[in-house]
């Protein structure tokens, strides 16, 4: 049944049931239909452009409905960002973690390359319950810069810098439609976090904000009428942060959801919803559209690409990994809430170390009553250094960036424990990217179980050796393979009989 899916397909109906034929442009059969097979439909060509939602491809600029994620830490680096908005892809740079002015730095050399037209780019905005003020900065950077695309990850309710993103700038266009200045991309894995995305951002934010002068009235009311987000991606199991949702379950009432507050706020359109997490085959990804996704987002697999920020030690690492290589760890910026990440299990020990801290965190009320035996196992067998010493680089850290977490922890000895160990948490991620060799058992390398379905995917193939891994073949291989995925399914739903080699794709080098 192999059938280009870039061409028109023919169905020809005869004693044996239906078969796929290739036909030409005018729906001709390009082979002969002997009687008494007879021709009784022809299907249009499948292009990877098509897979998703059209408005969104005209509404941001991109060519494809692909997104590439933004991975903290500028793992997704100001050259994955520019060589995915060069191929047609949505990019995010992977600003969570970074300081205002790395982030900076990294939008500067984007737009360095990409130049004004190019818009399908983007940041990320990431929740920082530890340092709220760093919401706000980025919120500026990214106006003053004319960024106009943010991907806001990780809150669990609206926060003033979402909504002043979203309303700064809002206008009426020439025939009186609302358009935005910065388009909101809500990263979602709950319905009660994904409303207030979808509907309009309440008075209660958008008051303070014009009373600071930082909206004007008139934006206020725009404001009013128009959802939070125009894009929600919909995150399941994902790297990094997560609820480790099946997106069969959460996809589904998150596009319900959309359409519901449409109809209760009275918008021309619902919110455009994407998909991220576990995708990493042609499958994944043919499912997710199928299921009603207008995009798809990938992290994991783009962090073992020739542009990732993440060390070649850490690639090789994660090019080695099965879908059950993975573990939940304690996450650095919301350590004290019990917030996890999921992280790679093959090759370190990362995961159960920071469960470690964690579980210490929770029994001692400060360093001070940790056992002396209880304290040397943490400094010798996890941390790697004296606590002390943590301490130290510790509190010279916060001088410099945050110094009322000091403030704090001189009031509070729960507090500066939680300092001490998160050091742990933020160094690894630090040693993954580095490639500090010495530390390769305390990586923190983000990963979800897509990462080990993509390794077994490309197996055998130009994509298996980690130097090859470039992020626009990733994408491109991803994207036609979903087609073809896509055109096997639409056959066999026109009875044509399918057979296990169809759904394969093999990885090829794209243009």
Request: include cysteine; charge should be neutral; aromatic fraction near 8%.
């Amino acid at each position: 049944m192999a059938v280009p899916f870039r061409s028109p397909v023919g169905l020809v109906s005869g004693p044996r049931g239906v078969r796929a034929v290739p036909v030409d442009g005018s729906g001709t059969p390009k082979e002969v239909v002997r009687p008494p097979e007879s021709l009784v439909g022809v299907f249009p060509p499948v292009y990877p452009e098509w897979l998703g939602d059209r408005d969104f491809l005209v509404r941001h600029g991109c060519r494809f409905p692909y997104v590439v994620g933004e991975m903290a830490r500028g793992i997704a680096s100001a050259e994955m960002v520019v060589a995915s908005a060069r191929a047609g892809f949505m990019a995010f740079f992977g600003s969570a973690g970074l300081t205002i002015s790395s982030v900076d730095e990294g939008i500067t050399a984007i737009q360095s390359e990409l130049g004004p037209t190019i818009r399908n780019w983007g940041a990320n905005l990431i929740h920082s319950p530890q340092e709220p003020h760093m919401e706000m900065e980025f919120a500026e950077l990214m106006l003053a810069r004319g960024v106009t695309n943010i991907s806001a990850s990780a809150f669990m309710r609206l926060a003033p810098a979402v909504v002043y993103l979203s309303a700064k700038g809002l206008h009426r266009d020439a025939n009186g439609a609302i358009r935005r200045r910065t388009h909101i991309f809500g990263k979602v894995s709950r319905v009660e976090v994904a409303r207030p995305f979808m509907s309009p951002a309440p008075d209660s934010l958008l008051m303070p904000l014009v009373s600071q002068g930082l909206i004007s009235d008139q934006e206020a009311a725009l404001a009013r009428q128009v959802p939070v987000a125009g894009d929600i991606t919909v995150e399941a199991d994902s790297g990094g942060h997560t609820d480790n949702r099946p997106l069969s379950v959460l996809l589904p009432l998150i596009l319900s959801l959309a359409a519901e507050c449409a109809r209760e706020h009275g918008f021309a359109s619902p919110a455009r919803v994407g998909a991220g997490g576990g995708l990493g085959t042609p499958a994944a990804l043919a499912a997710a559209f199928a299921a009603g996704a207008a995009y798809v987002v990938t992290g994991s697999v783009n962090q073992a690409t020739l542009e990732s920020a993440l060390s070649p030690d850490g690639r090789a690492m994660l090019a080695l990994a099965s879908s059950t290589d993975v573990a939940m760890a304690p996450a650095a910026d919301m350590f004290e809430m019990g917030v996890e990440v999921q992280v790679l299990k093959r090759g370190t020990l990362f995961a159960q170390r920071g469960k470690e801290l964690y579980k210490v965190f929770r029994t001692y009320p400060s360093i001070e009553a940790i056992p002396d035996r209880v304290r040397s196992a943490l400094e010798n067998n996890v941390l790697g250094r004296p606590i002390d010493d943590i301490w130290d680089d510790t509190r010279e850290f916060f001088l410099r960036r945050d110094p009322p977490q000091l403030e704090r922890a001189e009031a509070d000895p729960k507090h500066r424990m939680a300092l001490v160990f998160r050091w742990y948490l933020f160094m690894g991620a630090q040693w993954a990217r580095s490639g500090e060799v010495t530390r390769r058992a305390d990586y923190q390398i983000w990963c979800g179980p897509a990462m080990g379905a993509f390794n077994e995917w490309v197996k055998g193939s130009f994509l298996e050796p980690v130097e090859n891994r470039s992020v626009v073949q990733v994408g491109l291989n991803l994207l036609e393979g979903a087609a073809h995925v896509t055109r096997v399914q639409q056959l066999r739903l026109a009875g044509v009989p399918r057979r296990p080699e169809d759904l394969e794709f093999s990885p090829r080098p794209l243009r």
